[in-house]
């Protein structure tokens, strides 16, 4: 068993960002292989955005003045 130095606070385990069940080294930050597909789906299909201060694409090629 592994002790931590004294004073230090205890080590939380890390949960699944899709399900909260306790991460496995295997598929980290995931707990199974199914969790890291719905992952990977969510990102093919665009579900995660990034916030940014760029204007929509569509309104760079409109033209100056309307």
Do not use: N
Not at 16 to 37: E, G, L
């Amino acid at each position: 068993m592994r002790q931590d130095p004294p004073g230090s606070r205890p080590r939380l385990p890390r949960l699944c960002p899709i399900c909260d069940k306790p991460a496995v080294p295997r598929h980290f930050p995931f707990c199974s292989s199914r969790c890291k597909a719905i992952d990977l789906g969510r990102w093919l299909r665009e579900s995660y955005r990034f916030a940014t201060d760029e204007g929509l694409e569509d309104e760079e090629d409109e033209p100056e003045g309307r």
